[in-house]
C-alpha cells in the first residue's frame, strides 16, 4: 500500500470516528430535549420576565397602567426601613445558624463513620429527619413549643410548675434555630461521610509510622482531603443564605378565623426578607418592586459566592492541579 493509500485510508478513519461521535451527540440532545424545553420556559423564562418587570410598575393586574420606570423600584428597596431592618435580622439569623449547619452534620460524619455498635442504627436516626417533609417537620417542633399545649413547656411544668415559657412569642428566633439545627444533619452527614471514607487508609497508616496521633492525623491528613467537600457545603450553605420563607410562616402563622387559615405575617423578630419580598408582591400587589428586591437579593448572593470562591485556593486542596 502507497503512502498515498495510506493517508486516504487514516482519512476515511477519521472521518469515520468524527461522525459516529456526533450520531451519539444527536441522540444525547433527543433525549434530554424534554428537558431543555422545561428549563427555557419554565426557569429561564421567568427570570427573565422577573428582570424585565423589576424596571416597571406592573401591579400584577392591570396591563394598561403598566409604564417603564427604570431603576426607581431598586433605588425605592435600597432606602426601604422596612427591607433593610428584614435584610438584617435574615442575615443575623444566617450567621448564627452558618456554623452550626456546617460543623454539626461533620461531628456527626465523623462520630458515624466510627466503629460502634449499632452503626447502622445510628446512622439512620441520624439521617430521619431529612426525608420527613418540611412542612410536617416544621409543625412538630409547632407542637412541641407550643405556649399553652407544648410538649416542652409540659416538662418545663413537671420540672417548675407554673412557670411555663411563651416560646413562639417570646423566643421565636430560638425555636426557628432549633429547628433548623434537627434538620442540619441528614444529607450532608451522608456527604461528609463519604469524604471521610474516601480518604486513603495508606495515608494515615504512614502517619502512624512516622509518630503521629490521632488529633495530629486529623488535622494533617484527614480534614486537609476532605477540604473539597468541605468547600462544597460552604458554597451551598451561602447561596441559601437569606432564602429562608417557609419555616417562619409555618411555625409562627396565626389563625386568621376564615377557614383555618394561617397569617402569613411572622412576629417581627423573625419577619425576613424574603417574607417582606412575599408581602410586596401578593399583598401591596407590588410586582415590579417585588422582583427588583429578588434580584437585589440575587447579586448580595452571587458577590458572596464569587468571594468564597475566591478565597479557595487558600485552604481547599485538590489532588490535581486544577489551573
Known sequence: MSTFQQMQLAWRERKRGERIPWRKAKWFYLFISPWIVGFLIFTIGPII?????????????????LKFIGLRNYAT????????????????????TLPINMITPFLAAVLLTRRIRGQGFFRTLFYIPSVIPLAAAVWIWKIMFDNNFGVVNAAVD??????AIHWMTDFPMIVLILSGLWAAGGGSAVM?????????????????????GTIQRFFYVTLPLITPMIFYQLILAVIFIGQIFI???????????????????????????????FDSVFKNMLYGYGFALLL?????????????????????YYEVDQS
Open 77 to 96: 428597596a435600597i432606602g426601604d426601613p422596612k427591607a433593610i431592618d428584614s435584610f438584617k435580622r435574615v442575615m443575623t439569623f444566617s450567621m448564627i
Open 192 to 212: 461528609y461521610m463519604a469524604a471521610l471514607q474516601s480518604v486513603p487508609k495508606e495515608l494515615e497508616e504512614a502517619s502512624m509510622i512516622d509518630g503521629a
Open 296 to 316: 437585589l437579593l440575587y447579586i448580595f448572593t452571587l458577590t458572596l459566592t464569587i468571594i468564597v470562591f475566591s478565597t479557595a485556593r487558600f485552604w481547599v
Open 158 to 163: 413537671m420540672i417548675s410548675p407554673g412557670k
Open 247 to 277: 419555616e417562619p410562616i409555618l411555625l409562627f402563622g396565626r389563625d386568621t378565623g376564615v377557614g383555618g387559615g394561617l397569617s402569613a405575617t411572622p412576629p417581627r423578630s423573625v419577619y425576613f426578607y424574603m417574607i417582606y419580598i
Open 49 to 65: 420576565a422577573g428582570v424585565a418587570m423589576s424596571f416597571t410598575n406592573f401591579d400584577g393586574m392591570n396591563i394598561n397602567t
